[in-house]
């Protein structure tokens, strides 16, 4: 990682606020960090090669200081257009989208947007393993679900269906994800469970 | 794409030493446009999900207005671990990285860096189809250059090789990727000619 100046990076806005509690499981690590770990671990053990995305700024202003790296002056977040993650295992293309939350009872479909549910719907008819990973942080859990099962919650939001995923459901048709001290949050074990 | 204030967004410095001269085969775009309304094209006609990654960026210092969008005040352009572009196609892995040299004669390999040699090896490893795209801006010629063919250029300059591709080289080893109206730079006919 490149700090220029010394200086420590800071994160955007929306992953200051996960939850920072430590339990014993996740260890205050969010599942962002704990996702980026496991695959930094796939990659040194040569298992898969899986990378975030980096974060898309509109960057609006920038400026080249003599004799130092350019320095971006004014830039903006934007909204991502596909999932945060890709790579390839065991020749196949994975592709998946994670995300945390504190709710109890069920996971809010507001935390996916209809640009990735369209990505992720082209992903599998193209032959992709694609999927989320949801974290339960109050009940210190990660499932790995199928995108193939969150297409009918996402449709029937808007037939009058409820606008959340229970908590039950995930737990019944998605797979808790195994924690290992290397791979925190080990999906590849659920892919070669439910693909090979 | 979202442009907050209505300001117009820049790209970073790398890119905008690009040669602006307008030919006739690329009309004055630069080989990264020409890629991604290529790849639009191919999205828009269900034929394959390739994307750009973002430009990595170090974000430093953020300011939250009230009532509008935050603002990076402070970041920097971090250099990239991977290749620009990967998706599926085919049901394939796809991962490739595009250049672009006004050098008449050779493809420099100072475009390259090492961490994107080593992640390109590895997806070849794991079964993935893996390339580099060269565009020759004065020649006004797009290649498809195999990234196994690649290695070897790569190792040997280390052996006290040449540092480059010779040209001839490129359109002998590689092939030229044929402009269409749509498909600006239509990678995926050089994908079925070579691996299906």
Known sequence: MNYPNGKKPIMPLARQTNSKEISFGNRGMTLEEDINETNTYYLSRNKAIIHKK??????????????????IKEGYFKQASTTDYNGIYREKYVDFEAKETKNKTSFPLSNIHEHQINHMKSVCEHGGICFLIIR??????TYFFPAMKLFPYWESQFNGGRKSIPYKDVQRIGNLIPFHYQARVDYLSIIDHLYF
């Not at 339960?136 to 859990?141: A, L, M, N, V």
């Open 54 to 71: 980096p974060t898309p700024v509109q960057i609006v202003r920038v400026d080249y200081p003599k004799r130092s790296a350019a320095v």
């Open 136 to 141: 339960f942080s109050q009940h210190d859990e």
